[in-house]
Nanobody, 116 residues
Framework: HVQLVESGGGSVQIGGSLTLACAAS?????????WGWFRQAPGKEREGIAT???????AYADFAKGRFTISRDNAKNTLYLQLNSLKTEDTAMYYC??????????WGQGTQVTVS
């Protein structure tokens, strides 16, 4: 199975930007169902932000469209999430996830984003 390590979180002012990275212990496999970013704010359920499949097709939650961008670097085995125009409501723990070809989910430990 894959191991995922997120990084890049931190404290940022309203309107600022951050780039989150998710380093994977193996390469992106065409058999993978998808890769994605999720977040969870205190007292709230975890919600999906964006996904990217093996073909590179992306999908975004409505709140992320136009502000967030998911991408991947195959050579570095790394998934990214570019966060722009950040709002206070974006404050949350951000997680990356892999769903492999058997539809098993693997999660990283998360990276905290705080917007104030």
């Amino acid at each position: 199975h894959v191991q995922l390590v997120e990084s890049g979180g931190g404290s940022v002012q309203i309107g600022g930007s951050l780039t989150l990275a998710c380093a994977a212990s193996r390469g992106f496999d065409d058999a993978d169902a998808e890769w994605g970013w999720f977040r969870q704010a205190p007292g709230k359920e975890r919600e999906g932000i964006a996904t990217i499949d093996s073909s590179g097709r992306t999908a975004y939650a409505d709140f992320a469209k136009g502000r967030f961008t998911i991408s991947r670097d195959n050579a570095k085995n790394t998934l990214y999430l570019q966060l722009n125009s950040l709002k206070t409501e974006d404050t949350a723990m951000y997680y990356c996830k892999n769903m492999d070809g058997y539809y098993t989910n693997y999660w990283g430990q998360g990276t905290q984003v705080t917007v104030s």
